[in-house]
């Protein structure tokens, strides 16, 4: 994995990275969707 990111990160046309994965345990990073300011 590490030399596919080495690859992106030295590629200019690469603007995203997404992982996927399997199983029932859930990761996300970003914003909590839960927590947005009124009327966003």
């Not at 990160?9 to 997404?18: A, L, Y």
């Amino acid at each position: 994995m590490i030399e596919e990111i080495d690859h992106c990160r030295e590629n200019p046309d690469n603007h995203t990275v997404m992982f996927t994965g399997e199983g029932e345990k859930v990761f996300c990073t970003g914003g909590d969707p839960n927590n947005k300011p009124k009327g966003g």
